[in-house]
C-alpha cells in the first residue's frame, strides 16, 4: 500500500475521526469515498484499506472463532461492491460501532457479512 493510502487505515485515521461519531457528521466529512480511492489508486488498493479495517475490529473484538483470511477478502470485496459510496469517515463509524457493541452481540463469532 502507498504511503499515500496509509492515511486511511484505521491506525492513522482513527484518530483524525475521533469526532466524526455520528451519521450527520460523516455525511458533513470531507473523507474521500470507496469508489475515489478505487478510481485514483485501484481496486487493490482500496479493497487493502477495507481489508486493515476488518482485521482492526476483527484483532479488537474478545471473540474465539475470528474471520479467516478469505473471509476477510471476501467481506471486503462485498463492502466494496455493495458500499462504494461510503467514505472513510462512514467506514470508521461502522466499525466503532461494532467494537462498542452497538449492533448486537457476537456471540463468540466473528463472521462476514
Known sequence: ?????VKYTPDNAIT???KCNSIELCLKSETVTLATI???SGEESVLSIINA??????DFLNVSRKMN?????QTSAMLLTDFY?????DINLVFQ??????????YESLDGL
Open 16 to 18: 483524525e475521526l475521533m
Open 85 to 89: 459510496y461510503f467514505k472513510i469517515a
Open 69 to 73: 483470511v478469505p473471509q476477510i477478502k
Open 97 to 106: 460501532n461494532a467494537k462498542k457493541g452497538l449492533y448486537g452481540s457476537m
Open 1 to 5: 500500500m502507498s504511503t499515500d493510502l
Open 38 to 40: 478505487k478510481k485514483d
Open 53 to 58: 479495517w476488518i482485521i482492526d475490529v476483527n
